[in-house]
């Protein structure tokens, strides 16, 4: 199980390389929810996502002889990037399996930033096979999206800097949403709130027909998603909860909440507008949640956390049809 | 004239007021300017422009028997946001004379932000009659855009950060790009840095046909604008520079760089690409004459400060189109 002592350890290693993000706010969007709202802004990471967080964490942790054989990661998109990026880095090899419906500005940005990408159709071949036979010629360490302590740890130096932000800006109690795939984020956020901010609690944010997490919490066991594409939310689908992250939300983190597409799309406009961010739709289910779940929260303030801003324009011109 | 001890007064009063907004990059726009490219992104401030600074400095600095009158100011919309947001928070009245064709997202959020918007025609109405005439029958405070010293000191305190940032970077030289108007940006950050970092040098960014600062600087004497509209880049078209700021930015800034309006929106579009930040085309010439007009810098590294990011649906969907 992962710790506060791992989450410092990762603390450490992303020092000077992992942005800071702020902790944006608006009073338009208070007004909507009816509460302050305030939004970590980790689209403002490198790569546009906090997965750098978690890659860099797990990269830099290898054995360095081991390490420069390189690394392999699977993933639609920000993952992807993250691990690319840290491998760039780390002046190493990075090879990314990626389904061939993925955002094509993801794979594109992958691409540039030295990734080898390995395209494959969801429908037909198994990814993992394709990965365990790469891994296995070419020695190459699998960099997990989400089920490994030091990814989990990555992800938590998040909420390290949303309990001293927090601090910062006077908020005492609050739910901190987050939007939730395999639950990396969620589980690592909870974790270092649960550390430094004991009056903050973490809340997965999923959307509708991909909310395996939001069921699991409910029902006390591991539930599945019945479909796996036709997401607008596509960086946080999962088929289930991770193993390693699912006992850790189960101790630690309140209720989910669900929205719909159209949530997502809404709020992604919103932010564009009114905290002046670019937000995919599945980074802003969190602020969705905030905003037209006001009725499931029940603290003063609300934080969310916006995971990621890599959107295709086609998408994002939709969605500021939504400011209406 | 403004000094270093003003902006280290109004960076005082600003504390816990102005965001510390992130000095963001990314290896694709390293890659088109051929140099590293550093973009200070106050489009995140409060209100979506850097003029929250000057409007709190301004604002705060006010005898309080006489601020508790109100204040008055002209803008055509990001100075209005400002001044309408401090006077807010300090539960004085404010009223915003506005032109009639200043973008409506610009007149709808000072108003919502508690502005009382007096809107007239640039063609044939005197904005300073009508100001004068409000000011003396109400007893407010005009709080100027640029021509002031506290202003100039509260936008200085941009430069205070960037200087911190560049440290934090490892950028020991390089070029500090300012989208500029009235010259009250950039000279504060000019003086910051003459004192705060001696390797970098503010230098001004306009708009074509609105070059007046530029060409100041250039001839050694004040030069005016022959249009007041018709720019993509409203939040900077000025008159002629500030009585105040000239003399500053004539002494310590470096040559102006100019870019057209096309160039102006595809930085826009890249900025929400490769940063994932928002910006407005006046906001984003500092940006565009890093990319774009590269052969007129010299420095290794160089900084553009993204000054706002107010801009309209459609001229941001726009914008998008220059992604190709």
Redesign the interface.
């Known amino acids: 199980m992962p710790t506060i002592a791992d989450i410092e350890a990762a603390a450490r290693r992303l020092e ?1 390389r992992a ?4 902790l ?1 706010s608006s ?2 969007l208070d007004e909507i929810a009816g509460r302050r709202v305030f939004v970590k ?1 980790e ?2 990471q490198h790569t ?1 996502s906090f997965k750098f967080r978690g890659a860099w964490s797990a990269v830099s942790a290898l054995d360095k002889d081991i390490r420069r054989k390189g690394v392999i990661a699977f993933s639609s998109g920000n993952h992807a990037q993250g691990v690319a990026l840290a491998a760039k880095l780390h002046d190493i090899p990075a090879v990314i399996i990626m389904p061939n419906d993925a955002p094509q ?1 993801k794979i594109r ?1 992958t691409r ?2 030295g990734g080898e990408v390995v395209l494959y159709d969801r429908a037909i071949e198994d990814r993992d096979a394709i990965g365990a036979q790469l891994a296995k010629a070419r020695s190459l360490s699998l960099i997990k999206p989400f089920d490994d302590i030091r990814v989990i740890a990555g992800q938590g130096t998040t909420g390290l800097e949303i309990a001293e932000q927090a601090a910062e800006q006077g908020i005492a109690r609050a739910d901190v949403l987050v939007c939730c795939g395999g639950g990396g984020l969620t589980s690592g956020i909870a974790l270092a709130l649960e550390s430094r901010a004991t009056g903050l609690r973490a809340r997965p944010a999923e959307p509708a027909g991909f909310d395996d997490v939001t069921r699991s919490l409910a029902s006390g066991t591991r539930q599945h998603n019945t479909r796996l594409s036709g997401s607008i939310c596509d960086a946080i689908v999962t088929p289930t909860p991770g193993e390693l992250t699912l006992p850790v939300m189960s101790r630690l983190c309140g209720p989910g909440l669900v929205v719909t597409d159209d949530e997502a799309l809404h709020a992604v406009a919103l932010a ?2 009114r ?5 995919e739709p599945g980074g802003a289910v969190a602020l969705a949640a905030a905003l037209f779940r006001k009725d499931q929260i029940e603290t003063p303030d609300v934080i969310c956390v916006a995971t990621g ?1 890599n959107i295709d ?1 086609d998408v ?2 939709r969605a ?1 049809t939504y ?1 209406g």
């Open positions: 000077g942005r800071r993000t702020p944006l009073p338009f802004a689209s403002l546009g500005m940005n540039a930033l564009w507008s905290l002046k961010i670019v937000l801003g324009p994002f011109v500021l400011l």
